[in-house]
């Protein structure tokens, strides 16, 4: 298995965006967008996951199975979410 070394400046660069993605949160949290302030926040933290998955998690650099099943859990997580905005929408 070959190690790919990701430079101290990437991390330092995802963690402000981390901390950037927090702020847009807490500022979306105060607009009123009626339904779709849920919306927003799950882009929002669905940015955020992806940053952290792809980067400290090392999946950027890992295998294309890796790389699969990642894929294969996002889908697993967009299903769930609909499904719950479908239920959350109707009432």
Request: aromatic content about 18%.
């Amino acid at each position: 298995m070959s190690e790919h070394i990701v430079p101290k400046k990437t991390y330092y660069i995802i963690f402000f965006a981390l901390i950037a993605g927090t702020a847009l949160t807490v500022v979306f949290a105060f607009i009123n967008l009626h339904n779709f302030n849920i919306v927003v926040a799950l882009l929002i933290a669905g940015v955020k996951a992806s940053l952290v998955i792809f980067f400290f998690m090392h999946v950027k650099y890992s295998s294309r199975l890796t790389k699969l099943w990642v894929a294969i859990g996002f889908i697993w997580l967009f299903i769930l979410l609909s499904i719950t905005m479908t239920d959350y929408l109707t009432r």
